[in-house]
């Protein structure tokens, strides 16, 4: 099935006109079949829509028919003339193009919304056993759902929602009290399960009644009577009045079904009202109808019982008004209950699969990280080994080259001491490079637990003041702190640290126009945030997403050495906190790096950092 219905036209070429070509192009898949021909059931799915001229109509009737069975799709027959009386109403939806096409429009919303249904069943594995099942206990007929999905409203007959036998039951009993006779008839335009060649006028024992059936179903009289009349009423959708043969009153109201802001008609109440004809009149009816004399007679006596007193004909009719609106708020009624069933149990599906979905997602999430924290635990593992096995002939070889730069070890010449000096910034990076390694393991593996209480921040910033002075005074500076809080509830080292690494960035980074670094705070939304605010280099855009993973450093920067660890670890350090790390930056003006941290009383409190945190200076 595809994911869009196919709409096939077999139309001929001037029954549409452009607004109502676009109108079918709007809701799917147009495709041309032919005036006066049907597609190929191959090429039709379930819950495709034929949309059939007067013309295909008329060239194969049974065709619509064995299509609808074999694909499932939903037929439109579309009529020049909104009287006219188009042959097998009950296998096709009907709508007339008299210049409006609401009606055509949403007929095909309606459609469309059935097919949705349909693929969402498919979908859902909802078979028709299931909706038959929850039918029957709501006391509705599961001869509503075909093997293919729910009835569509032009499928339904009133022999899925209503039984005839409680409808004329019904009407015998209003009948009795008003002390008339008993007569009425439903009027069928031929759908699944009612007799007769092309419709006709039910009796109450579901056989055709003498005058009214007999003549209205037989080809020759049927259109030259006044009970064509009876059949108008399914498209004018209110009660006539028509004579049959012989002189008897017809009136008819219409039993419909309203469903989706459409009224479709499903059959018509009928009554007769009048005097059986004379002998003369039953012989002149008998050679229009080429009917033996003596056979309609004898029908004739028979159906005296069913035609009324027409002395009564007001209350007769007022009744059987009534009867026919009482009935089509039954079926609407029972109808739109069991298209919520079906919606309903849509719904409960889905959201089983939904749950069953999640649970298998939260599951394999659940093996996911048990595997990502093992790797996690052999990174680190690796990564200690590594930075431990360093560490010693690092600080050995940094404790010579101290020895050598300091001259323990003899002076040395202008040459020599550039070459230890190199090899001493070296060795400082190569230190730096082994804590960060060491630092962001602990923090991914959640070794390092944060132990918070309350810290003075002027003496921390004191100390990385007095840490960068050099740095600070060679590049001519300002380092401006403003309206900080006098304590932060933190860990004091991880906190110093992290601060350590975003002012020595901006130190690192700064510009060559206006120097100045401000560090500012303020409490907001139960968070107190620290800003570091520089008039450096700034970030290139694309770069701001990556900065926070590790050892990714942005191109503006080459040529000044970082590990590219640094702001893993602050992520790190600030999300262990419960916080995050804010960035706004431009190319050339400058970088402000914003951690906000929660407010939180001096407990003592230990957190675990988080396991996710990674980046890298910019």
Request: hydrophobic letters at 40%; aromatic letters at 6%.
């Amino acid at each position: 099935m595809t994911d869009r219905p196919q709409i096939f036209l077999c139309v001929d070429p001037d029954l549409l006109d452009g607004e109502s070509r676009a109108l079918f192009a709007r809701h799917g898949i147009v495709r041309e079949a032919g005036a006066g021909r049907h597609p190929d059931p191959e090429a039709v799915g379930l819950g495709d829509i034929v949309v059939v001229g007067e013309e295909a109509a008329a060239s194969d009737p049974g065709s619509p028919a064995r299509l609808r069975e074999e694909t499932g799709a939903s037929l439109l027959l579309l009529r020049r003339d909104p009287e006219g009386i188009p042959e097998g109403l009950g296998v096709y939806d009907e709508v007339g193009l008299a210049g409006d096409l609401e009606d055509l429009d949403a007929r095909l919303r309606l459609l469309l919304n059935f097919r949705s249904c349909w693929r969402r069943a498919g979908d859902l594995g909802l078979e028709p056993e299931d909706l038959r099942r929850e039918l029957s206990l709501f006391d509705l007929d599961p001869g509503l759902v075909e093997p293919r999905g729910l009835s569509t409203p032009c499928r339904v007959s009133i022999q899925h929602l209503v039984d005839v036998e409680a409808v004329t039951r019904q009407q015998m009993s209003i009948c009795r009290l008003m002390g008339t006779a008993y007569a009425t008839f439903l009027y069928a335009p031929r759908p699944e399960g009612l007799p007769g060649p092309d419709g006709g006028v039910l009796s109450p024992t579901g056989v055709l009644s003498p005058y009214c059936a007999y003549l209205s179903s037989h080809g020759q009289g049927c259109l030259d009577s006044e009970f064509a009349c009876s059949k108008r009423t399914f498209f004018d959708l209110k009660p006539v009045e028509g004579t049959c043969a012989g002189g008897i009153r017809l009136f008819s109201v219409p039993i419909c079904l309203s469903f989706g802001g459409i009224t479709y008609p499903l059959c018509a109440t009928t009554v007769a009202v009048g005097e059986v004809p004379k002998r003369e009149v039953v012989e002149k009816i008998a050679r229009a109808f080429e009917v033996h004399p003596e056979i309609l007679g004898q029908m004739g006596e028979e159906s005296r019982f069913w035609i009324l007193n027409p002395d009564k004909a007001d209350e007769i009719q007022a009744t059987i008004a009534n009867l026919a609106e009482t009935v089509s708020r039954e079926v609407s009624h029972k109808f739109g209950t069991a298209f919520q069933l079906f919606r309903g149990l849509l719904t409960d599906r889905e959201i089983r699969r939904s749950e069953k979905l999640l649970a298998e997602s939260h599951r394999a999430l659940e093996a996911s990280n048990r595997k990502l924290k093992l790797k996690n635990e052999e990174i680190y593992e690796v990564t200690h080994a590594i930075t431990h096995d360093l560490r010693k002939p690092l600080s050995g070889l940094k404790s010579a080259i101290t020895m050598l730069r300091k001259g323990y070890l003899g002076e040395l010449d202008e040459k020599q001491f550039v070459a230890v000096d190199t090899a001493h910034e070296a060795t400082n990076y190569m230190q730096a490079l082994v804590d960060d390694l060491l630092e962001a393991a602990r923090l991914e593996t959640g070794r390092k637990l944060m132990e918070v209480e309350e810290v003075e921040l002027a003496p921390l910033l004191e100390r990385i003041r007095k840490r960068l002075l050099y740095q600070l005074e060679e590049k001519g500076i300002d380092l401006v702190f403003r309206n900080l809080p006098e304590t932060l509830v933190c860990d004091g080292a991880a906190i110093e640290k992290v601060l350590m690494n975003l002012i020595g960035n901006s130190v690192s980074y700064i510009g060559d126009g206006e120097k100045r670094i401000t560090v500012s705070g303020e409490t907001r939304g139960g968070m107190v945030r620290i800003t570091v605010e520089d008039t450096g280099m700034g970030i290139p855009e694309d770069a701001i997403p990556l900065m926070f993973e590790k050892f990714q450093r942005g191109r503006n920067v080459a040529g000044i050495r970082g590990t590219g660890l640094g702001l893993a670890i602050v992520k790190g350090i600030v999300e262990a906190h419960g916080g995050k790390v804010e960035v706004e930056s431009e190319l050339g003006r400058g970088t402000r790096m914003t951690i906000a941290i929660p407010l939180r009383e001096p407990v003592g409190e230990v957190l675990e950092p988080s396991r996710g945190g990674e980046g890298g200076d910019p």
